[in-house]
């Protein structure tokens, strides 16, 4: 094992644990979401799926 | 009838300070990319070694992260800002200069990039043209984030060519959430500082381009 690969893992176990207590705090303070709210979440994402699978057409 | 007019005058220059912060994160956005595309240049240029991308992105985050908010409402935060970028944009040189390499790798490049420009642009128009609120997706891509930074740990040490395939295309996904996210918090007046609220795209946008230019790479049989 190389130690680019160990100083990989190891700065993103860091972010993990930095990151941790935002997600936590975002997680009780976002507000909830209607199902209108989370279709016109959906709609864009299906878009960029389709978008991806067109680029992967063009390579 | 007074009450109307008091309305609007309250609502006028909440809306000027919202297209000002607008205006002035896509500005410094724009000019963000282009030094960016500069520094890349200048690494590839310099046929830098591969573990300077690493030791790039780790001295960005840590600016980012711990620095630059201390320094977001005095002019150095500006400094800062391109500091930061331009050292990832050096980051990517190795690996646009492993690419280029490639027999098809300046097709993979230059539909990475146009996809990026495309997917950005087509995210900010729909909600500069709908308004909508996407506040509440905060937590749910805050958990997703650290959920594919636990995959990818996972992958450093399992290697497997379809779990990454897996997880840059979930980060498309959650970058593209994050866009969602960002533009909804500056039209809705939940950001106001846009040296922060440009970091915040760019960040978006430079995660986009990197897991498009690895998918791309893979599905094109050239990784």
């Known amino acids: 094992m190389d130690w680019m690969k160990i100083f990989s893992a190891l ?3 860091m972010f993990i ?7 936590r705090d975002m997680m009780k303070n976002s507000p909830k979401g209607t199902s209108s709210d989370w279709m016109s979440f959906a ?5 960029i799926v389709l978008f991806i699978m067109f680029l992967i057409q063009l390579v | 009838m007074n009450r109307n007019f008091s309305t609007v005058a309250q609502r ?17 956005l724009s000019m963000t990319l282009l030094f960016s595309g500069l520094t890349a240049a200048i690494s590839m240029y310099m046929n830098m070694p591969p573990m300077t991308y690493l030791i790039c992105v780790i001295g960005g985050m840590v600016l980012a992260m711990f620095v630059l908010p201390r320094f977001a ?3 150095a935060g500006i400094g800062i800002v391109f500091l930061v970028t331009g050292m990832l944009g050096f980051g990517l040189g190795p690996m646009l200069s492993m690419y280029a390499s490639l027999p098809n790798g300046g097709n993979v490049i230059t539909l990475a990039l146009g996809g990026t420009g ?7 128009a729909y909600v500069l043209a709908t308004r909508k609120d996407f506040s509440f997706l905060g937590g749910f891509l805050m958990v997703g984030f650290l959920l594919v930074l636990m995959a990818a740990v996972a992958n450093i040490f399992l290697a497997i060519p379809a779990m990454s395939l897996m997880i840059s295309a979930v ?8 866009i969602l996210y960002d533009t909804s918090r ?6 106001t500082n846009y040296v922060l609220a440009t970091i915040g795209l760019y960040m978006t946008i430079f995660n986009i381009f990197i897991s498009l230019l690895q998918i791309l790479g893979i599905m094109g049989g050239d990784d």
């Open chain 1, 11 to 13: 700065a993103l176990i």
């Open chain 2, 12 to 28: 006028a220059p909440s809306a000027l300070a919202t297209n000002k912060v607008l205006r002035n994160t896509y500005m410094l």
């Open chain 2, 118 to 124: 495309v997917i950005f642009l087509g995210l900010s």
């Open chain 1, 17 to 23: 644990v930095i990151l941790f207590p935002r997600a």
């Open chain 2, 186 to 191: 500056i039209i809705h007046g939940g950001e």
């Open chain 2, 171 to 178: 980060v498309i996904l959650i970058m593209s959430g994050f």
């Open chain 1, 43 to 47: 709609i864009p994402v299906v878009m």
């Open chain 2, 73 to 75: 409402n005095s002019p």
